[in-house]
């Protein structure tokens, strides 16, 4: 099956096919491209969530008063969907405790908050640069181990997902550098100015992988990321696909259309295909989890929006305070209004300043009035259509509106609400201002539970049929033991009362009794 | 056109036609019934799909089941206060009967909780593991019991026979993550897109 897809994948013409839908979102990524990425000053206290991405937390193995070096191991990955957690820098372990972390659930999280020494002191790390001589497994383990995770947003474990690559069988091998959301430069910056290293990265994931083809796919518009990447390409196999710019060529759905021209069939995934997605920043983490040994503890983000001065990418460690990051980047409060963490678009909503930058954080906007004007009101849908043009699952949002207000779970399974990548290019263009991708979220939450609470009930009925079947069982095995006891005790009765036996029986004893009074008065008459 | 009925061939051919049309209506009856039988049956697990399956007895019945062989045999639908609301539409739609309030008289519709075992209270009188529908209640004579929390509908049956009262009912922590709804992220729009 899988080879098939792998088959069919060599014989493909990989280049530039057209995406489904998507619009054309003012870019807003000029500002902050302006500088170089800088590296991020240590703050005070790094607060280091034990839960990066949508997935299990991960176990802390230090204690409260430990002092940790740089790389250092913090928490350990249990099962397979966690993330181990390495110290970013050198310091003491003040706390373990709860803290608010920017995410879809608003819900705080335990986080290990370290006291940075600013000695940045590190602990050995093992380099491998020939890691060509090593086999593909040994590859993946390390890259299991450097808690390394999707660093394009969603953050999924790259371990899990190489592994599962191998596990199906893998022609092509995608290194997203698309970065299609606005304000978002990070991937851009990051090629800019580390090609070679992000082109070593993904040759390192095609070897784990065993893909046979390997491409980077960028917009068309990113020319100084396209015109760095050239030379970085010129002595490797890998190819560089530019697609035309619009969002959301950068999800991976999205990316796969664009470059093989195949859709991801419903409820699969692209390694179902035969192609596996990586983030271009995802790259450059494995090159440094390889060639340096060093794991997962900084990674290239964005500050931007009008109330920064100085908008840039900063190569910022996990665990920084967002607070502290808009701080030095020259932040005015006075025009500030909020922030979002991520795109535009996708973004979450940054509740608490002192959330710390996660794994997946590769952007924050500061928000101002100007550019992040008041939300007009929602109103009626007029049915216009636009967001079906834009839809690039070729979905239809109004029908799932309609069916979501209904709450209808049937009809929005039937119009396919598990394909909705919740990218809000319908929301993005609806003239009557309609939060579509909420009324998404709110209904997926609710059709998820549901299926929850029947397994959950159909469970809890066999549960109750094998505990009537255990009392209805034991109520037999009762009722026949009594019975055979009964029976038992019949037999034994029915034996004694025949009186011919019975007669027998005393006679019998009566002829003992005469014998050992017999036998009593020879052993007198002997003694005497 | 006689002589050709005589000939033996075609009898043959007409007693088979015969045949064939005897058994496909034998046939045909045979699956009526069956179906039917299968329908009535299907009614009840339908039914019984809908309900929440706490077992906990509170609709008056045994559990979920007898309730849902009354609910086909023409009981109300608004006895069941773990379903909820949701119970009553979806039973509504099944059994198409008009739409009712929950009957208070069975309860009230409640967050779910799980029961729990105050242990070091407990003595042991395997009291509660007889009541509960589930076997979700471990332990022996005069030795601690403790409730699997997985395993529990939240029925209530357990504390009533408890003779030490030592078994509470506790809100589940719902391991699902609530969706929230953004405040502000959803209105970058091409309306509001600021001049260039």
């Known amino acids: 099956m899988s080879s098939e897809a792998v088959a069919r994948i060599a014989r493909l013409k990989l280049r530039p096919h057209r995406i489904f839908g998507g619009i054309k979102p003012r870019a807003y990524k000029s500002s902050s491209l302006r500088s170089r990425i800088l590296p991020c000053p240590i703050p005070d206290q790094l607060i280091l969530s034990l839960r990066q991405h949508q997935g299990e937390a991960a176990s802390p193995v230090v204690k409260v008063g430990d002092m940790v070096l740089k790389f250092q191991l913090l928490a350990e990955a249990e099962n397979d969907s966690a993330l181990n957690l390495h110290a970013p820098t050198s310091g003491k372990i003040t706390a373990i405790a709860p803290h608010a972390i920017p995410g879809q659930s608003g819900q ?421 | 056109m006689l002589p050709l009925i005589n000939q033996p061939f075609t009898q043959l051919v007409i007693a088979s036609i015969v045949a064939i049309i005897c058994l496909k209506f034998i046939c045909s009856i045979y699956i009526f019934l069956t179906a039917q039988k299968a329908q009535q049956k299907s009614l009840i697990d339908r039914i019984n799909a809908c309900l929440p399956q706490t077992q906990c007895g509170q609709c008056g019945y045994e559990g979920c089941r007898p309730y849902a062989r009354a609910i086909a045999d023409g009981d109300a639908i608004n006895k069941c206060p773990p379903g909820g609301n949701e119970t009553i539409i979806s039973l509504a739609h099944l059994t198409n009967e008009a739409l009712t309030k929950l009957n208070p008289a069975h309860g009230a519709i409640a967050p779910f909780k799980v029961a729990v075992i105050r242990e070091e209270e407990c003595i042991g009188c395997t009291k509660c593991i007889v009541a509960c529908p589930v076997d979700a209640i471990i332990g022996g004579p005069k030795l601690m019991h403790t409730i699997i929390e997985a395993e529990c509908t939240g029925c209530d049956l357990c504390v009533e026979p408890c003779p030490v009262d030592c078994i509470e009912m506790i809100e589940a922590g719902t391991e699902s993550v609530k969706w929230v709804l953004p405040s502000q992220v959803g209105r970058f729009s091409r309306l509001l897109e600021a001049p260039q």
Not at chain 1, 172 to 190: G, S
């Open chain 1, 108 to 528: 705080p999280e335990l986080c290990v908050f370290l006291e940075t020494d600013k000695q940045d002191a590190e602990i050995e790390l093992t380099a491998l640069p020939d890691y060509r001589a090593m086999s593909h497994l040994e590859l993946l383990d390390l890259i299991s181990q450097a808690g390394i995770c999707g660093l394009g947003g969603a953050g999924f474990p790259s371990g899990l997902k190489l592994g599962d690559g191998i596990e199906k069988e893998i022609g092509l091998l995608i290194i997203n550098a698309a970065e299609c959301e606005p304000y978002i430069t990070a991937d851009e910056a990051l090629l800019r100015e580390f090609a070679e290293e992000v082109v070593s990265g993904a040759e390192i994931l095609q070897k784990i992988s065993l893909a046979p083809q390997c491409v980077i796919a960028i917009e068309k518009d990113k020319q100084d990321a396209i015109a760095a990447l050239k030379p970085a390409l010129r002595n490797s196999s890998i190819k560089l696909i530019a697609l035309s710019a619009k969002y959301p060529t950068g999800g991976e759905k999205q990316i796969i259309q664009g470059v093989t021209g195949l859709e991801v069939p419903t409820g699969g995934l692209p390694q179902d295909i035969g192609v596996l997605v990586h983030n271009a920043g995802t790259a450059f983490a494995v090159h440094k989890a390889i060639i340096f040994g060093e794991p997962c503890v900084s990674r290239i983000t964005t500050l931007t929006g009008a109330p920064l001065q100085t908008p840039k990418n900063f190569e910022a460690l996990i665990g920084t305070p967002a607070s502290y990051l808009l701080k030095i980047c020259g932040l005015d409060k006075k025009q500030l209004t909020g922030a979002i963490v991520g795109g535009s678009i996708m973004g979450v909503e940054l509740k608490n300043f002192d959330s710390p930058l996660l794994k997946t954080s590769n952007c924050i906007i500061a928000k101002s009035a100007k550019e992040f004007p008041q939300q007009a009101k929602e109103q009626a849908c007029i049915r216009c259509g636009y967001c079906a043009n834009v839809c690039p699952a070729q979905l239809l949002p109004q029908q799932l509106y309609a069916y979501s207000r209904s709450n209808d779970r049937l009809k929005l399974q039937d119009y396919g609400l598990a394909d909705c990548i919740e990218c809000g290019a319908c929301a993005y263009v609806c003239p009557s201002n309609i939060p579509l991708v909420q009324y998404y979220r709110a209904s997926k939450q609710e059709i998820k539970e549901s299926m929850l609470r029947e397994r959950q009930s159909e469970y809890w009925q066999s549960r109750f049929q094998t505990h009537q079947y255990r009392l209805k069982k034991n109520q037999e095995d009762k009722l026949s033991k009594r019975k055979k006891k009964k029976s038992a005790a019949g037999t034994k009765t029915e034996n004694t009362f025949s009186r011919e036996k019975a007669r027998a029986e005393i006679a019998a004893a009566v002829e003992r009794v005469k014998a050992r009074k017999k036998k009593l008065i020879a052993s007198t008459k002997l003694d005497k």
